[in-house]
């Protein structure tokens, strides 16, 4: 590769990166939950005051905002994370959307959502450009 060749971030890359944060920051909702801030952005209404389910979704947070840092650098290992996660977000998405109250248009929407970026990312993850981008 020649010096002034510069190899352009693909835009499902990007896109992936973002949508990873925007995760970090959900999972940061329960969180925010344990100091009586949660319920001003929770479309549940649930509250969450279990340290441990706190601390889990913390690391997961961290998790994701370090798996879209990566997807804008271009780390190595991320991709193999990204594979990794993305499986996971699809059974977990595919699972909810077979068990949600059909009655519910809010939680079917969110269910419905939840599965079709799940399987955006899957599909991405695997493609070449993503890949390369990765291989750099």
Same mark, same amino acid.
């Given at each position: 590769?020649?010096?002034?060749?510069?190899?352009?971030?693909?835009?499902?890359?990007?896109?992936?990166? !973002?949508? @990873?944060? $925007?995760?970090?920051?959900?999972? #940061? %909702?329960?969180? +925010? &939950? =344990?100091?009586?801030?949660?319920?001003?952005?929770?479309?549940?209404?649930?509250?969450?005051?279990?340290?441990?389910?706190?601390?889990?979704?913390?690391?997961?947070?961290?998790?994701?905002?370090?798996?879209?840092?990566?997807?804008?650098?271009?780390?190595?290992?991320?991709?193999?994370?990204?594979? !990794?996660? @993305?499986? $996971?977000?699809?059974?977990?998405? #595919? %699972?909810?959307? +077979? &068990? =949600?109250?059909?009655?519910?248009?809010?939680?079917?929407?969110?269910?419905?959502?939840?599965?079709?970026?799940?399987?955006?990312?899957?599909?991405?993850?695997?493609?070449?450009?993503?890949?390369?981008?990765?291989?750099?």
């Amino acid at each position: 590769m020649d010096v002034n060749e510069v190899k352009r971030r693909p835009f499902r890359v990007t896109l992936i990166g !973002i949508l @990873s944060i $925007i995760a970090g920051l959900i999972y #940061l %909702f329960p969180i +925010l &939950n =344990i100091y009586g801030l949660g319920n001003l952005i929770s479309l549940t209404n649930q509250t969450f005051y279990s340290g441990p389910f706190a601390l889990t979704a913390l690391v997961i947070a961290i998790a994701n905002f370090v798996l879209g840092l990566g997807c804008f650098v271009g780390w190595r290992p991320i991709w193999f994370y990204l594979a !990794i996660i @993305s499986v $996971i977000n699809f059974v977990v998405a #595919l %699972f909810v959307l +077979l &068990n =949600i109250d059909i009655n519910n248009l809010e939680t079917v929407l969110i269910g419905m959502v939840w599965l079709i970026i799940a399987t955006y990312v899957l599909l991405s993850v695997q493609s070449k450009k993503t890949k390369e981008w990765f291989r750099r």
